[in-house]
């Protein structure tokens, strides 16, 4: 007789213990979905966050991209200067003068071509 006892209340703590498994299970699946949504939500918001924000960076690595290659080409104009003021010549300052005319007429030059290229 206990034996039997002791079978039904093993039988009963198992089908309780099953249906509280099951109720668990259900309720972690809803979690699941409604986590599942909101993380779906958050990469298409993410995504529409991203997509100009590249387009800027592109923007900008362009831009500076063309500031540096005018930068460079205005480097020749004024490499005259740099050099005045590195070497400080000794003579009369005809040297100097020399490579000011020289950076006068490259800044005019340079001045037509853009000129011409803004008439374009």
């Known amino acids: ?3 039997e006892i002791i079978v039904g ?20 699946r809803k979690a699941i979905k409604k986590t599942d949504q909101v993380l779906t939500a958050m990469h298409h918001l ?3 966050l991203t997509d100009p924000s590249i387009e800027l960076i592109e923007n900008a690595n362009e831009l500076v991209v063309d500031v540096k290659k005018k930068s460079e080409g205005l480097d020749m104009l004024f490499h005259p ?6 070497e400080k010549l000794e003579d009369s300052g005809l040297g100097q ?4 005319l020289r950076f006068v007429s490259e800044g005019i030059q340079l001045f037509k071509k853009l000129k011409h290229e803004m008439k374009k």
């Open 97 to 100: 003068i020399s490579d000011l």
């Open 9 to 28: 209340v093993i039988a009963v703590s198992f089908i309780l213990l099953t249906i509280f498994s099951l109720l668990a299970l259900q309720r972690l």
């Open 46 to 48: 993410i995504r529409e």
């Open 1 to 3: 007789m206990t034996l």
């Open 81 to 86: 200067l740099y050099r005045c003021k590195k």
